[in-house]
């Protein structure tokens, strides 16, 4: 079964750190591209950053671009968000999301079930 | 960045009626690299259309998508009871990757 599995999410304090990790199963992870997207409770989709196959090409939504590291481990079959001097408006529930087709960046057809990360002292 | 508009933010419609949810891009969306996702409550989006027109796979041909450049249009041809969920947008051509605000489709 093609699967995403996020974890890592919590409570955490403003202005530190927190990693979350995307597991996959069911596909040959290394051949698509991989992606975080975002969703407060509630309200609207969010892209966070997207990272290519080989992790040549890798983007970020300008909210995050500084404090956010995307990042993949081929052979773990994994992929990774390190969220740095996090914000109160990065509370939402994370979803890794992996490209519709080889070679191609978006199109987000495999959807994990989500991590909440919720930023509050 | 290319902001997408979604109109209108919501319908109310009954099962057996023909829905036309409307995006809007501020520029052209590179190669009419645009996806419509649908989303109900508690569970993650589902890919419906990438490529602004070609149906993702397992989804039923009662929805079809079209447009190209700025104006993208999904259609759902007599409305079952679940498809009644909030329907995105999302352009996949440049970066950043873009979400649209959201229509949702609810029970009249």
């Known amino acids: 079964e093609v699967q995403l599995v996020e974890s890592g999410g919590g409570l955490v304090q403003p202005g530190r750190s927190l990693r979350l990790s995307c597991a996959a199963s069911g596909f040959t992870f290394d051949d698509f591209a991989m992606h975080w997207v975002r969703q407060v409770p509630g309200k609207g989709l969010e892209w966070v950053s997207g990272?290519?196959?080989?992790?040549?090409?890798?983007g970020y939504a300008d909210s995050v671009t500084g404090r956010f590291t995307i990042s993949r481990d081929n052979g773990k079959k994994s992929l990774y968000l390190q969220m740095n001097s996090l914000r109160a408006e990065d509370t939402a529930l994370y979803y890794c999301?992996?490209?519709?087709?080889?070679?191609?960046?978006?199109?987000?057809?495999?959807w994990g079930q989500g991590t909440m990360v919720t930023v509050s002292s | 960045e290319i902001v997408l508009t979604q109109s209108p933010g919501t319908l109310s419609l009954s099962p057996g009626e023909r829905v036309t949810l409307s995006c809007r891009a501020s520029q052209s969306v590179s190669s009419n690299y645009l996806a419509w996702y649908q989303q109900k409550p508690g569970q993650a989006p589902r890919l419906l259309i990438y490529g602004a027109s070609s149906r993702a796979t397992g989804i039923p041909d009662r929805f079809s998508g079209s447009g190209s450049g700025t104006d993208f249009t999904l259609t759902i041809n007599r409305l079952e009871p679940e498809d009644f969920a909030v329907y995105y947008c999302q352009q996949y051509g440049s970066s950043p990757l873009t979400f649209g605000g959201g229509t949702k489709v609810e029970i009249k």
């Open positions: 990272i290519s196959w080989k992790s040549g090409t890798i």
């Open positions: 999301a992996r490209a519709f087709e080889r070679g191609k960046w978006g199109g987000f057809d495999i």
